[in-house]
């Protein structure tokens, strides 16, 4: 899959995700150093893949969905980065964000390589956002096209409150 950073074409590294597909597995580093398995969290949740939380998108887009947060009962939203969880836990207090769990892949990566998200040239993650549903079972993805761009908010939170049965 090709996506472009500022005009540039860039390479995802494995296969992307779609709709109906099974989330994969992954580990990920929560902000006390300690492993978060994918197998170990349930429910309705959002994953949000940001290059870097301390750039102007990602963090508009973290806070955005910290906002929505409120009317997602129920729901886990995770950002997921390569940051390293102390700049995580920094950006998150300086910004007052406390819906969203921040979580890294910066150890093994084993997040942006199950979910095609991990750019080859340049290292980073890119911008994307899945919605899994109870089941482990992928009920929206979308991989922005342009990593400087937002995602599409009302596709991504209309998926999320169909499945929680709440109106969009």
Known sequence: MTITFKGAQ???CGSPLHAGDRMPGFVLIDQDLKEVDSRKLSGTRIFLTVPSLDTGVC???VRRF???AADLPGVS???VSLDLPFAQSRWCGAAGVNAVRTLSDYRDHSFGRSTATRINELGLLT???FVVDAGNKIAY???VP???NHPDYDAALSAVKKLIGRPS
């Open 10 to 12: 860039l390479t995802l």
């Open 77 to 79: 939203i995770y950002a």
């Open 59 to 61: 963090d508009q887009e």
């Open 146 to 148: 342009e990593v400087t």
């Open 141 to 143: 993805a979308e991989y």
């Open 127 to 129: 911008r994307a956002v």
């Open 66 to 68: 910290n906002q929505a």
